[in-house]
């Protein structure tokens, strides 16, 4: 198992993207439910502001750095993570890999129609992907069994869950036990990638580290939530001087 890096109380898996996808494969030949996690600065700051959320980060079997502040930080503190590996990233290469061994998939999360649509455009980019199964993220807790049976019914390997954070999180450390699949994934907002209805940020601004700043420009809305981004800063800087 790779070594974990303390990045605030959450405890990150120092992997590069090839190790992450070493680790998932071997992850699909076991025979339990593992949990995968992909916090960024945000989602490190949500985390300690609820103890629950870091607990159940700190219990997944993988926890990615997702996000150039959380690498940044890491350098900050002198405890270097090896490079960033983002959520959507380390999906398209299990998809990727689909070529060479063969994955099945259930997409829970997002409005009504968006998993389908980014089902058709999985299959159409990674025609040996398996999309089993496929449901919106709009439920209420009383629909859970039967959505626990759904996915569990389709047989699929990989559950991928964008529900948003920390609702996601949340929502799969509760149920993991109940599902059969072997991965299952917090992905946050990638369903709509996947579907065409959002974007990533260009190549050039995700090298530098400017996701923030093309998706403040994309949802002006998302600033509230973005004031954590100066926030983890200020944090890490902080607990550098202590040390």
């Not at 750095?65 to 983002?86: N, Q, T, W």
């Not at 058709?120 to 025609?127: E, G, V």
Request: a positive charge; aromatic letters at 6%.
């Amino acid at each position: 198992m790779p070594e974990k890096t303390d990045i605030h109380g959450v405890m990150i898996d120092n992997v590069n993207m090839d190790e992450a996808l070493e680790i998932v494969l071997t992850m699909l030949k076991g025979k339990t439910a593992n949990k995968i996690f992909t916090p960024n600065a945000e989602i490190i700051m949500q985390a300690n502001r609820d103890p629950e959320l870091l607990n159940i980060l700190n219990s997944a079997e993988l926890v990615i750095p997702d996000g150039a502040g959380v690498i940044l930080a890491s350098r900050i503190l002198k405890c270097r993570l090896k490079e960033k590996v983002s959520g959507i990233d380390l999906v398209k290469k299990i998809l990727t890999n689909t070529k060479k061994r063969p994955v099945s998939f259930f997409i829970l999360g997002g409005k009504p129609g968006v998993a389908e649509k980014a089902s058709i455009n999985i299959l159409s980019d990674y025609p040996k992907a398996k999309i089993m199964g496929f449901r919106n993220g709009y439920f209420e807790e009383s629909e859970t069994p039967e959505i626990i049976k759904q996915i569990n019914d389709s047989k699929a390997e990989v559950l991928l869950v964008g529900l948003g954070a920390p609702k996601q999180e949340k929502w799969i450390h509760k149920y993991a036990g109940q599902l059969n699949s072997k991965v299952i994934m917090g992905i946050g907002g990638a369903i709509d990638v996947f579907a065409g209805n959002a974007a990533l940020a260009p190549e050039f601004m995700r090298k530098a580290g400017l996701e923030w700043l093309f998706r403040l420009i994309k949802e002006p809305g998302r600033y509230k939530r973005m004031l954590d981004l100066p926030r983890f800063m200020i944090l890490t800087f902080k607990k550098r001087l202590k040390q």
